[in-house]
């Protein structure tokens, strides 16, 4: 009889989605057996059980959707090597408020200062609290649109780049951009502008970007939308990359690059 009644129990809980609790049945019926939970305190340990399982899977398949290139977090991030990184605004930005608002967030900062990291580190925390990531570099979203434009896809590009409602661009302005491709970015941005987040990060100056886009119209158009509602990180600093050849005496003490 018991043994129908569970087979029954199983059955209603893999129809309620409840698979976590269903799979580990006999350990929490065996558990419940030994400990005697009160009524509440049994069904809060379940529901607790299915709701953190859910979260889990959750969080691993919106990390795999998006395509972060490495794993890096923020615990992982040593802020003490880097004093100018405003960590309180950090701790903000982990908590994916800002993606609610639409607001952006810009990552400013020579090379091996960590912007990569601390885009990864707070795609993965925004994907923690529940918001659809993706993860590009400039050089690949850029590349993606040109060719979507070839092919007379463009439209059907934007909407896959609109949609996630935190847009990671790592990199913008490594490379100078064709007038014709800055003006694509600057479609991207118009379409996602007060819409859906963009975390940018980039090596020029704000004053550089005319240069990057090759063109002063598209640049300021560019940066009149994102900087509107946004965050500023401003690193400063010393290579993370190259700090363990400083110590070994590899390179002088003045601040260096790649
Ligand atoms: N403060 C830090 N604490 C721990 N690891 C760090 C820190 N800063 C950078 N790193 C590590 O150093 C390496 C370089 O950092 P990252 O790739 O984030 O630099 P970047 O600013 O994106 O540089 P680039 O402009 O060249 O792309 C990475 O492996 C990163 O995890
Ligand atoms: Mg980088």
Same mark, same amino acid.
């Given at each position: 009889? $018991?043994?129908?009644?569970? #087979? !029954?129990? @199983?059955?209603? %809980? &893999?129809?309620?989605?409840? +698979?976590?609790?269903?799979?580990? *049945?006999?350990?929490?019926?065996?558990?419940?057996?030994?400990?005697?939970?009160?009524?509440?305190?049994?069904?809060?340990?379940?529901?607790?059980?299915?709701?953190?399982?859910?979260?889990?899977?959750?969080?691993?398949?919106g990390?795999?959707i998006?395509?972060?290139?490495?794993?890096?977090?923020?615990?992982?991030?040593?802020?003490?090597?880097?004093?100018?990184?405003?960590?309180?605004?950090?701790?903000?930005?982990? $908590?994916?408020?800002?993606? #609610? !608002?639409? @607001?952006?967030? %810009? &990552?400013?900062?020579?090379? +091996?200062?960590?912007?990569?990291? *601390?885009?990864?580190?707070?795609?993965?925390a925004?994907?923690?609290?529940g918001?659809?990531?993706?993860?590009?570099?400039?050089?690949?979203?850029l590349?993606?649109?040109?060719?979507?434009?070839?092919?007379?896809?463009?439209?059907?590009?934007?909407?896959?780049?609109?949609?996630?409602?935190?847009?990671?661009?790592?990199?913008?302005?490594?490379l100078?951009?064709?007038?014709?491709?800055?003006?694509?970015?600057?479609?991207?941005?118009?379409?996602?502008?007060?819409?859906?987040?963009? %975390?940018?990060?980039?090596?020029?100056?704000?004053?550089?970007?005319?240069?990057?886009?090759?063109d002063?119209?598209?640049?300021?158009?560019?940066l009149?939308?994102?900087?509107?509602?946004?965050?500023?990180?401003?690193?400063?600093?010393?290579?993370?990359?190259?700090?363990?050849?400083?110590?070994a005496?590899?390179?002088?003490?003045?601040?260096?690059?790649h």
């Amino acid at each position: 009889m $018991t043994e129908i009644v569970r #087979a !029954g129990v @199983e059955e209603r %809980l &893999m129809k309620l989605r409840l +698979g976590a609790v269903a799979q580990r *049945l006999d350990g929490i019926l065996s558990q419940a057996a030994r400990t005697e939970p009160t009524f509440l305190d049994f069904l809060d340990q379940i529901l607790t059980e299915e709701t953190e399982a859910k979260q889990k899977k959750r969080v691993a398949m919106g990390i795999q959707i998006a395509h972060f290139p490495a794993v890096k977090t923020l615990e992982e991030f040593d802020f003490k090597f880097q004093p100018s990184i405003d960590h309180k605004l950090v701790r903000e930005l982990a $908590t994916g408020r800002f993606i #609610a !608002g639409a @607001e952006n967030v %810009l &990552m400013f900062g020579p090379p +091996g200062v960590g912007k990569t990291h *601390l885009a990864i580190a707070l795609g993965r925390a925004a994907v923690e609290a529940g918001h659809s990531v993706l993860f590009v570099t400039a050089t690949s979203l850029l590349a993606a649109l040109s060719r979507a434009q070839v092919e007379g896809k463009l439209a059907d590009q934007i909407a896959f780049y609109a949609k996630p409602k935190l847009l990671v661009v790592d990199e913008l302005g490594y490379l100078p951009l064709e007038k014709q491709t800055a003006h694509l970015f600057f479609q991207l941005v118009s379409r996602r502008y007060e819409r859906g987040s963009m %975390l940018i990060t980039t090596n020029q100056t704000i004053t550089q970007w005319g240069h990057v886009f090759g063109d002063e119209m598209i640049a300021s158009a560019v940066l009149d939308r994102v900087l509107h509602h946004s965050h500023v990180l401003v690193i400063q600093g010393d290579s993370f990359r190259l700090r363990q050849k400083k110590r070994a005496g590899l390179l002088g003490s003045n601040k260096t690059n790649h």
